[in-house]
């Protein structure tokens, strides 16, 4: 019988996928088990929400080559376009509900991806980072002065002042600074894992296409890049779109979770926050952002850390270095590399 060998990368695919297969089965499994204390329940949804704008800034960081300080930008946009969607869809279904208001989430963002990366993209650099900082900041502002009520007559909206008048049981449904109120919690672990292998998917496949060739051929040198032809705006904006639409759909997941959002939960700390997960489990490594972002979500909300009281950040602080140098440290990558040569003489071997 012949067997089937798999390069490096597509052992990392499958691996990377395994891992999140066996942490959704081992979490349902405790959870059916009644294992997982209140605070962990509550912590899946965000986590996997986490995750995924972790991958999808990769894609912008670690697969592009671009650094980013507004992903939370497109989290947000994703999160209120999704909020509004499912209060607006009617449909009975609360899954079949959540699904559109991600897609929705996902389109409205991409959306922005296009409009901002057209201009934007053609910086590089700390010229680039500072542009989508300040991006992110318009967002946030623009959503604290948008109100968008809902009657029978559909949707209304209005910028500045809510100067909008309701017929007989309209409510309103993003309220300026005071966001979204009363969300119905629709969001579950199974669709967070859902979201976070489609993701992976998509990252993995367009990786090893032609255009994610391409796309990495621009992160290492630009201007052979396009001595041979590439179109540099084309490919940067492709990368940039599908990261923003990911992000979009995390949002959207993220937001459904709550019982209440506002634009300041996606202010610039946001962005840099996932921007740790990204460098601290590597960048262009996808199961490293995965790692990353649980741990570092989860670390926070730990009995112990909490007992710390005001020394709490501060051993964060010293965890995530600790993470960073193992994650990027030579002396771990050198083992790992051993090992996989030992396997593979292994599997010559027994050839």
Known sequence: MKRIHLNKASRVNFATYG??????????????????SSTMRGQLVPICAYVAMALSLNLTVGVLGELSLGHGGFMSVGA?????????????????????????GALVAALVGVLVGIPVL????????????????????IVENLYIGMDGKG??????????????????VLNGPM?????????????????????????????GSRAGRAIMALRDNRIAAESVG???????????VISAAMAGAAGTLFALGQNTITANKFDFNTSIL?????VLGGQGKMWGSILAATFLTVLPETPAMRGLADYRMLVYAVVMILVMLATNSPAVQDFVNARLRKKKKKEGAGQ
């Open 122 to 141: 053609r910086l590089n650099g700390d010229y680039l980072a500072i542009v989508t900082l300040a991006f992110g900041q318009i967002i946030k502002s």
């Open 230 to 240: 590439i179109p540099v705006t084309k490919y940067k904006l492709m990368a940039f």
């Open 274 to 278: 996932i921007l740790v997960f990204v």
């Open 155 to 172: 949707l209304h909206a209005d910028f500045l002042n809510n100067t909008m008048a309701l017929g007989e049981g309209g409510r309103m």
């Open 179 to 207: 966001g979204v109120n009363g969300i119905q919690k629709i969001s579950t672990f199974t669709a967070g894992f859902v979201l976070v292998m489609l993701i992976l998917v998509v990252i993995f496949h367009l990786v």
């Open 19 to 36: 891992m999140v297969v066996a942490a959704y089965l081992v979490l349902q499994l405790l959870g059916s088990m009644g294992m997982l």
């Open 80 to 104: 209120f376009a999704g909020a509004v969607a499912a209060a607006a869809l009617p449909i009975g279904s609360d899954g079949l509900r959540l699904a559109c208001a991600m897609v929705a």
